[in-house]
């Protein structure tokens, strides 16, 4: 059974930092795109980043400069590096495996996790 499991959310003042922990059982991910959605209160699924099987990542212009993703496959592991937070990060934040990419647009794959809250606090 596949799972992916967030971990690294909690509560920030603006301005700091965060490091988000996505860590995948059941089988590996190394071939295969992944990502990171968002969801705001009363808002839609947001992309955030992602990052293709050879390594390449793309941005949501919201956190472009200030968000780092990135993996270690010996680990299984898909990390969201958050720096410069803001009160509009605020969000339940959700790790995916096995999407695809159409050009630079990630499209998500089947497999998510069960979320990880960051609270920015201005």
């Known amino acids: 059974q596949v799972q992916l499991v967030e971990s690294g959310g909690g509560l920030v003042q603006a301005g700091g930092s965060l490091r988000l922990s996505c860590a995948a059982s059941g089988r590996t991910f190394s071939r295969s795109a992944m990502g990171w959605f968002r969801q705001a209160p009363g808002k839609d699924y947001e992309f955030v980043a992602g990052l293709d099987w050879m390594g390449m990542s793309h941005y949501a212009n919201s956190v472009k400069d200030r968000f780092t993703i990135s993996r270690d496959n010996a680990k299984n592991t898909m990390y969201l590096q958050m720096n410069s937070l803001n009160a509009e990060d605020t969000a339940a934040y959700y790790c995916?495996?096995?999407?695809?990419?159409?050009?630079?647009?990630?499209?998500?794959?089947?497999?998510w996790g069960q979320g990880t809250q960051v609270t920015v606090s201005s």
């Open positions: 995916n495996a096995d999407g695809t990419y159409d050009s630079d647009t990630y499209f998500p794959g089947r497999y």
